[in-house]
């Protein structure tokens, strides 16, 4: 079992920030730095948050919980133009359903 899934954020997102400082494997880095993603949103930190998750994209482009990730994330903060973009670059990369439906949702809502 993780310390994340423990609920000890804070060893956590330290062990994640550790992780991210030493030379990865590039998907390995992307993962890295999406989970750093998640800790940050849910400690409210959406800004920190919408950081890490664009970096997992720059390395991972096709890592399509990151973009799904920053997609949420983006919503929060009421960006939902930017949420619609984020996930039609993942559905570009895989053609998840829920992606779909979401991204669908959102353009709706802009309308």
């Known amino acids: 079992?993780?310390?994340?899934?423990?609920?000890?954020?804070?060893?956590?997102?330290?062990?994640?920030?550790?992780?991210?400082?030493?030379?990865?494997?590039?998907?390995?880095?992307?993962?890295?730095?999406?989970?750093?993603?998640?800790?940050l949103g849910e400690k409210r930190d959406l800004t920190g948050a919408i950081a890490e998750f664009r970096e997992a994209i720059r390395i991972d482009p096709g890592l399509a919980p990151a973009q799904r990730n920053l997609a949420v994330t983006l919503v929060m903060e009421n960006r939902l133009p930017e949420a619609v973009a984020s996930l039609t670059t993942a559905l570009s990369f895989r053609g998840d359903a829920s992606l779909r439906e979401l991204r669908d949702s959102l353009n709706a809502r802009l309308q």
């Open 1 to 39: 079992m993780s310390v994340h899934t423990l609920g000890h954020r804070d060893p956590a997102q330290a062990a994640w920030r550790t992780a991210i400082q030493r030379p990865l494997q590039p998907a390995f880095a992307a993962q890295a730095h999406d989970s750093l993603g998640i800790l």
